[in-house]
Every structure is written in C-alpha cells, then in structure tokens.
C-alpha cells in the first residue's frame, strides 16, 4: 500500500454556523491530498490532463466521527490499494496533526476517461509504470 | 416513503474546467433539497436549531452517473424512509428536469444532537409526529 | 435604467462561526442574480458561451453594512445603467425580502471576450438590441 | 508598511469552464494570506475571537488583470499600511510564484468588533502593539 500525508489548515470559510468544517469541504481535502500524491509519486495530474486523460470522481463515501475547528491543522492520508487499471480508489483518513484519534474516514474511486472520446480507457502505462515503482518502494 | 422534488439551476462557479458540475457541489444540492423538504413538512431546520437541536452529517455517499452541465435545471428529489429515531437518512436522486435518466445518485445520514450538551438524542416528539402525519398523508 | 430582483435562501454552507453569510458567497448571489437578470431581457449567458463570447469579471468592489443571516430570504436587485460597448457594469443591492433597509451594496464590471482570439471584443449587436428594448420598455 | 507573502497552489475546485480561477475564490485566496500574515505577527485571529474580538469585513474590492490557471502556484502579498484604530486595511496583489507580472490586486477592510455587545470597538492595545513593533522591524 502507498500512503502519503497533506496538511491542510482549517480556514473560516469552512466553517459553520456549529462552528465546525461544514461537511462537504472534506472533499476539497481529498482533492487536495489526492493532488499532492500524486505530484510526489511523479504524476501530476496536469501533466494526465495535458495528456488527454481526465479522472472523474465516479464514487465517493465519507464517515464523520469527530469535528475538526476553525484553524485546526490536519493530516489527511491518503492510500493508494495496488495498480489501477481503468479505475483507482483512494482511501482517506483525517487526524489533527499530531493526534492518533480519525476525525473523519472516507474514499474517492476515479475513472481513467480518454478526453477525446470520453469513454473510460485504462490508464496509461506510464501511469501503471508509476504506481508499480511507488509500491515496491513503500 | 415519503419524496420531495427541489429545482435547482448550475451556476457558473459550480462548473470546472472539463465544463461539469464539480462533485463536491452535489452535497450542497443535497443541502438545498432536505431543506426545503423539511421546510414543506412544516420543519424548518432553523426552527429545529433554535429548540437547541443541531442536525450534524454523520455519513454519506455518492456515486457519479452522468455529468450535469452548466444552466442545466436538475430536479433532487429526496426520499425519507421511515420515522427518524436518533439518526435520520435521506435518499437522493438527481435528474435534469423533465428527464427520467437519473444523474447522480447518494444518501446522507443526520444524527439528532442535543446542541447544550453536544451528545445524540432521540428526535424530539414533535418531530416524530411531523413525520408520520407525512407518512400517512403519502 | 434596467433593474431585476432575485431572491435567494440563505444556506448553511454559507453562513460561517459568526451566524452569518461568510463576505465571499455575496460574489455568487451576484452571479445568481445577473444570470437570471440576463436571461429574463431574452439574452442567457449560456448563448453568448455558445456563440464564442465570454463574460470575464473585470472588477468588482462590495461595502458590506449589515449581515445576513441564516435561512433569511434575500432579495437582489440589479441594476444595468445604459447599453454596454466593450465592458457592462452591474451594480447590485441586497435587502432581506420585503424590508427596505439594505445589507450589502456592490457592482461587478464584466468584459466581453471573443473566445477564439481571447481578446476584448465590442458587444454584439444582438446584445446591444436587447439592451435598447429593455431601456425603452423600463 | 508590512509585507508578507503566502503560497497558494490552484485547486481543481477553483477553476471554472473558461479554465481559469472564478473570480470569487481570490477572496478566499486573500482570507488565507491575512490569517497567515496576523499569525506569524504573533496575532493568530483565534486568540483575538477568544479573546472576544470579531474581525467581520466591511469592504472589499478586486482588479483582474490576467488570469490564474489550475495547478498555478500563486504568491500573495498582503500589504498592511500603518496601525489599526477601529479598521484595518490590506492591500494585496496576486502574482504567479517567480514572476514580477501582477495578475490580480485588491483590498480588504475589516472592523474590530465587541463579540459581546456586536458594536465597532478600537484595536485592543495588544493588537497595537503588534503593529507598532511590526513597523519598526520592517
């Protein structure tokens, strides 16, 4: 398994009125992390998109356990389960930096499409030649 | 069951750059349409808040069907089963307008919190009654 | 000079840990409300996209006077003074529906830009059109 | 005058069908970067609203020049002029990292508020005292 950290600050803009992250910016936080993987492992996805490939989220699901506070520094990880082939699901795990305690679980499964056609493609082997390298290395 | 139809019109800023609406966008969709389904069964949320009960996401899903385009006007419909207890779940289906081809599909679990003490608490009785004067009238 | 009102709910994910509307979304309720403004004189922004135009925000400013708060509905005018050549100024209010005092005044500045050339580009006649007629019928 | 600059990397989320940053989002941007110039100050805006003092803004305006586009790194500079009485003023510019071209320049006005009584208040002296030293060191 691949796994890789972001820290993400909690801004007042994703806050409510309870005074806690409002339930749909833990998406953002996916985003993000997913983002910042995939750029460490050597994958911007700029660099897909340029590529003529597109990742659309196709599914998603989160659990809320705890609230996270305006200005709470949190660590979001992100794991990557083996090679993807036309699909590839990413699982999250949200702490407070520093803290052992899961504030919020989740994952995104993301489709491989072929911007041309828009039809779902398998991914590209410079992409399976990625993630092969990045689990032998983990 | 009881099912409940909200119109709501993509807005610009809720479309990204491959011209669909950006996913985390549906959870506000979802917002919108269980607020006013609860404002239509004589509930509103901000009347439930000021009876010091808060309604926090405890879970929730999506899964991606077809994309939804800018100026689109989707119809959310919402299903609830049942009358709640200490959580409440609600069905969603998203559709353009006037099509029956369904775009996107999800739930999302609330969880009744005493908003003095922060801890999960039956739903209230009038809360309750609310709900099966819905079920009956359905 | 032309003006329109646009009402909309405040929702949850708008208001921040202060129970009010976070300064930002007021940007999107000006969208909302020039969108449905445009498409109301027979001129949907949708159309223009299609016909290789876009509107860019040049500028904008916002005085913020009083807040809004949750679940409150609120009432947009906006103001089109005069017949756009290159750019098209909207000046907006916001008012609690059905009170005179108002919350929040704003204007955004729009630039039409011919999408192929990505240059500024003098409003179509067909837009100028629809501008005199609204200004005559006003 | 002070200055700080904070990094900012564009996120899909931000970006709309023209492909580049709605133009809604730099508030947000300028949000992140006065948070993080008041912390490293020694003024975390956490410790001001526990200490009772709100920070509400009372006006706003932005200049888009260029555009930003997805995946962009963006260095904000936040410019403080002078000591706060009862307002604060920021002016920012938005820049890509590395380059000396200004996309994008605004300003943002905020009022010291009693959280208790909800009425403009001066800067506590503490808050002054930041300022003054901050001057000094520049």
């Known amino acids: 398994m691949i ?5 993400h600050r909690v801004r007042y803009r994703e806050c409510d009125p309870m005074g806690v ?6 998406l953002d936080f996916f985003e993000y992390a997913r983002t910042e993987a995939l750029r ?5 996805y700029k660099a897909m998109e340029d590529r003529g490939i597109i990742l659309p ?11 996270a506070f ?16 036309v699909r590839i699901r990413l ?5 407070r930096n520093g803290e052992d305690r899961v504030l919020t679980t989740g994952h995104v499964t993301l489709c491989f499409v072929d911007a041309a056609t828009n039809r779902p493609t398998p ?3 410079e ?12």
């Open 127 to 138: 992409v399976i030649a990625v993630f092969e390298k990045a689990r032998t290395q983990d």
């Open 123 to 125: 991914a590209p082997p």
């Open 91 to 95: 699982d999250y795990e949200v702490r």
């Open 40 to 44: 460490e492992m050597g994958l911007p």
């Open 3 to 7: 796994s890789h950290v972001y820290h």
């Open 21 to 26: 992250v409002y339930h749909g910016h833990y």
């Open 57 to 67: 989220v196709i599914d998603l699901a989160v659990q809320y356990k705890r609230p």
């Open 70 to 85: 305006y200005d709470d520094l949190l660590a979001i990880t992100t794991h990557f389960d083996g090679v993807p082939r």
